[in-house]
């Protein structure tokens, strides 16, 4: 291949890159699985570029698709034997450039998890990336009609857990913020004000770091949690900590006593907190640390 056309296939890349990123995240729930597949999808980029490919945004999603789908084959076993709750990595959302132009709420990843690898494709792919249904089964070698099957089956699965409406920033950062305090400090009357009497709360450490086996259910065994918790900290607030945007959710990123960065995204519903995701997983935590620094 000329320079020349390999630089044309750099540049046709790049341009494709936000959307296979975004593609791949979704697919995977990983930030760094995610980046993986696109320079596995680069390198495979190389060798066909210039072999003149009439849409290259369209073949390099097909093949970040098929990269995923091997992936999410092993990614299975690997969730089988997870260590606790499994939540998806944190992205920051905060770059209006950088945070996607498409929902990658923790509630639509979560949802995700549960289709099977062809639904979840095939529901990306149609529904958040408005794809034809041809353009599916070009994809994902399969008929039109299997694919509008896929689409249907995925969508009853994920509809319930499609984004609500939002607060205002300003509104949903001055609770999150007064959420982060309270339950740092003990402050069980504002938590009391906070939460939502039917709020959940999910842990994910992994194995690697202290963490709630399974989901907590109900404000009073959260505030109890919360209250243990901040009795072991000596009810002090970490030493860093600031607001940031995790998938479109407002959420605090800390710097816990242990060295560990934790992220807790939270859900908020009628002004209350309907759901706390805090992910203490250090593999799924270490590239937010320098957004801790900023």
């Known amino acids: 291949m000329s320079h020349k056309a390999q630089d044309t296939g750099t540049d046709q890349f790049l341009m494709a890159r936000p959307r296979l990123f975004a593609v791949a995240y979704r697919m995977l729930g990983s ?16 060798a066909v570029s210039g072999d003149g490919v009439r849409d290259p945004t369209a073949y390099l999603v ?19 034997t997870y260590t606790g709750a499994w939540l998806p990595e944190p992205l920051l959302t905060e770059d209006p450039v950088e945070a996607l132009d498409h929902d990658v709420s923790v509630a639509l990843l979560l949802a995700l998890e549960r289709l099977t690898p062809l639904e979840r494709a095939a ?5 958040v990336f408005g794809n034809s249904h ?24 994920v509809q319930a857990e499609r984004p609500r409406a939002k607060m205002p920033p300003e509104e949903s950062r001055a609770l999150t913020e007064a959420f982060f305090r309270a339950s740092k400090t003990g402050d069980m009357a504002a938590l009391t004000q906070l939460l939502a009497e039917n709020v959940e709360m999910v842990s994910d450490g992994g194995g690697k770091a ?32 600031r607001f940031a945007m995790l998938n479109g959710l407002p959420a605090i990123l800390s710097l816990e006593p ?9 859900e908020i519903r009628d002004g209350r ?4 995701y805090v992910i203490r997983n250090p593999e799924k935590t270490a590239h937010l640390a320098p957004a801790l620094q900023a």
């Open 273 to 276: 907190i309907a759901r706390v």
């Open 258 to 266: 242990e060295g560990l960065v934790q992220a807790t995204a939270l």
């Open 31 to 46: 930030v760094a699985d995610a980046e993986d597949i696109l320079q596995d999808a680069y390198l495979r980029w190389q």
């Open 210 to 241: 202290t963490a709630a086996l399974n989901p907590i259910y109900g404000r009073d065994k959260v505030m109890r949690l919360a209250a243990g918790l901040s009795r072991k900290s000596g009810a002090r607030l970490p030493a860093r900590w």
């Open 123 to 127: 529901f990306l792919l149609h529904d």
């Open 62 to 80: 097909r093949v970040v698709t098929r990269l995923c789908l091997d992936q999410l084959k092993s990614a299975r076993v690997k969730r089988e």
């Open 134 to 157: 041809d353009d599916v089964a070009r994809a994902l070698d399969r008929s039109a009609a299997s694919c509008r099957q896929l689409v249907s089956r995925a969508r009853r699965h």
